[in-house]
């Protein structure tokens, strides 16, 4: 995961720069509230990104990060499930590492203030080459996850939907779609880890 979201915001001159590759909002959760904005991320071919034009940066200082949400198909936040709690803890704590590195992370809003809300929407496997993700509902994980069968190894991937916005009047800064893939490859048929996704 380990995503440099400083640098993300950072960078909202490149991605107004670069091409457009949209998104059908039906392949996503609806935690973010228009994907159709979202372009590749420069750098970062596991992203997709939106800065909003024309924020002045230099008047934030601080950093707080909120809960990391699991979010079903469903679209429900789901707060059971020791694999999915255990991506989301991990999750968050790698985020505030991240930002921390060039901002000052707080617990609460105030001015010159980002608030990051981020949420996990799926868990899924797929081929280095990423031909046919093979999804892994959120449910589904819930009860216990088994890796889909087959010779070759694959990645597990977790996919994460990124908010920013000002904490104290909430404008919406940017917004960001991650498909971040664990280092380890996967066996057939055993379960997954967290070692395997963060």
Not at 38 to 65: A, E, R
Not at 77 to 106: H, S
Request: charged share 25%.
């Amino acid at each position: 995961m380990k995503k440099k979201i400083a640098a993300i915001l950072i960078a909202s001159t490149l991605l107004a720069g670069c091409a457009t590759n949209k998104v059908s909002e039906d392949k996503y959760s609806g935690f973010l509230n228009d994907y159709s904005t979202l372009k590749t991320t420069p750098g970062d071919k596991d992203s997709l990104g939106y800065i909003t034009p024309d924020i002045n940066w230099s008047q934030y200082h601080s950093i707080m990060v909120d809960q990391v949400l699991i979010i079903t198909p469903d679209g429900e936040q789901k707060t059971d499930g020791q694999l999915l709690v255990a991506i989301a803890d991990k999750f968050e704590e790698l985020i505030k590492q991240d930002v921390a590195q060039e901002f000052t992370v707080v617990d609460n809003p105030g001015e010159g203030t980002i608030r990051i809300q981020a949420a996990i929407t799926s868990v899924f496997s797929s081929y280095d080459d990423k031909k046919g993700y093979q999804y892994i509902p959120i449910a589904a994980a819930v009860g216990g996850i088994k890796r889909a069968s087959g010779s070759e190894k694959k990645s597990v991937r977790v996919m994460t939907e990124f908010r920013l916005v000002d904490s104290v009047d909430g404008q919406l800064l940017g917004q960001v779609v991650d498909f971040k893939s664990g280092e380890k490859k996967q066996d057939k048929d055993s379960a997954i880890l967290l070692a395997d996704v963060v």
